[in-house]
């Protein structure tokens, strides 16, 4: 434990998990706290936010567990003025919201579409519709969004919607970056690569045989030889949001164990 975020305020979205286990942002959320940082923590579930939140608590550390929909302007609005009116300001924008779906255009519907696109994008606009006016007026503030390898290439699962979301991800965070460096902003985006968090046994098995077939498939495809974990994730947002970090910005970072090496 340090105290690179001593005293500043930490806004996780997507801070719960689907199931047992560290999920990046449930992961991030802690390691956030670990370093210093007031932690509210928002998942569209609250009771999910409220376990990260014991977690944290438990380790004597300050957090607060709230709910909102990211996909909904109207929650995102209440969820982003309720820190606010508590917290004074939010010096560190973590946005870990996705979710993706096997198929494309062929096999998805519009609808289909337009709600896979809300929900890894729609709440990184709204956010920092929300977060960015304050850290401009500070003149001080970190955004880091959760992208994903996906936006970089297609890899072997048929989820090229997903990739297409993700990639609006990496475009918008380097254009935000850039509007906001002279005014003390840095924005960054992390891309995970092939990871061990519970969302997988959720969203990816079902390209597989069986658990052991993923596993090993996941293990296989990392130059490294394994996969990553959710700290992984976590921790390069703890160096992005510090300090040692002020120097940049407009960075999409993979964290894959050397995937995206191999993606060109």
């Given amino acids: 434990m340090g105290q690179r975020l001593k005293d500043r305020v930490a806004l996780v979205f997507g801070a719960g998990s689907v199931g047992e286990g560290w999920s990046n942002g449930r992961a991030a959320a802690m390691a956030y706290a670990r ?6 923590a928002v998942d569209l579930h609250e009771s999910a936010a409220e376990d990260t939140v014991a977690l944290i608590r438990a380790e004597g550390h300050e957090a607060r567990a709230l709910s909102a929909d990211v996909t909904d302007a109207h929650s995102m609005q209440t969820v982003t003025e309720k820190v606010l009116a508590e917290a004074g300001r939010v010096d560190i924008l973590h946005n870990n919201v996705g979710f993706t779906r096997m198929g494309g255009p062929v096999e998805l519907e519009l609808e289909e579409w337009n709600r896979l696109l809300a929900l890894n994008t729609a709440g990184v606009y709204l956010a920092c519709r929300h977060i960015l006016p304050g850290m401009v007026e500070r003149k001080r503030g970190v955004v ?5 390898v996906a936006s970089v290439g297609a890899g072997p699962y048929p989820q090229p919607l997903y990739g297409a979301a993700k990639a609006a991800v990496n475009g918008l965070t380097r254009g935000l970056a850039v509007r906001y460096a002279s005014q003390g902003v840095r924005i960054n985006a992390i891309m995970p690569g092939v990871m061990d968090t ?3 046994h959720q969203q990816i098995a079902g390209n597989y045989e069986d658990k052991e077939a993923m596993m090993a498939g996941r293990h296989a495809r990392v130059p490294m030889g394994f996969m990553g974990s959710a700290w992984d994730v976590a921790n390069a947002a703890v160096f992005l949001a510090s300090d040692e970090a002020r120097y940049i910005t407009g960075v ?3 964290v894959d164990g050397g995937l995206t090496c191999t993606m060109r």
């Fill in 35 to 40: 370093e210093g940082a007031r932690v509210f």
């Fill in 144 to 148: 880091t969004n959760i992208s994903s």
């Fill in 198 to 200: 519970p969302l997988i």
């Fill in 252 to 254: 999409v970072l993979p």
